[in-house]
């Protein structure tokens, strides 16, 4: 994975009182903001916002800032939010696209419960660009360490960019 992507990815952890009550993983995608999964730092079962307690905690490559829920930009029900950076890290941020058509080899980083520390990349192919998870739009990801049974288990790896073609 290339050294721009790689500083531009987070490993997310809510802490409260010394616990660590939620890992996950982000990208930078503008100089302060962190695209993110919902239930990374807050309980998507609630039908009233429902923050996890406790601080969030961005660790990027050389970088640890805390973050805060951007107050507008976030859906419970699609699974992702924005988080601000309450100090920005010295990285470029990662551009979004739109993914034209299945079979696309693609590549991500994260915190997996098996390498939670230092992070670990996983890669393989998009099997269906047109998913469908609770009535919302998904990628179907492939990865064949995984499907063999020889990849880490997926905890900590929400929230984790797809990256194509970097």
């Not at 009550?21 to 990374?40: D, K, Q, Y």
């Not at 930009?73 to 920005?88: E, F, G, I, S």
């Not at 010295?90 to 058509?101: F, M």
């Amino acid at each position: 994975m290339e050294s721009i992507v790689r500083n531009a990815i987070a490993r997310i952890d809510v802490i409260d009182a010394g616990r660590n009550l939620s890992r996950g993983t982000g990208a930078l995608i503008t100089p302060n903001l962190v695209l993110t999964a919902f239930h990374v730092v807050a309980d998507r079962r609630q039908d009233a916002l429902s923050l996890y307690p406790g601080e969030i905690q961005l660790t990027f490559p050389g970088h640890s800032t805390k973050a805060v829920l951007h107050e507008s930009y976030w859906d419970r029900h699609a699974d992702w939010a924005l988080l601000r950076c309450v100090t920005p890290p010295p990285a470029e941020p990662l551009p979004l696209a739109q993914l034209d058509g299945s079979g696309a080899k693609w590549q991500t980083y994260g915190f997996p419960d098996a390498k939670p520390q230092d992070g670990m990349v996983l890669a393989g192919i998009i099997r269906d660009d047109h998913g469908e998870l609770e009535g919302m739009p998904v990628f179907q990801l492939y990865c064949e360490e995984a499907a063999a049974g020889k990849g880490a288990p997926v905890g900590g790896l929400s929230g984790a960019a797809v990256i194509v073609d970097n």
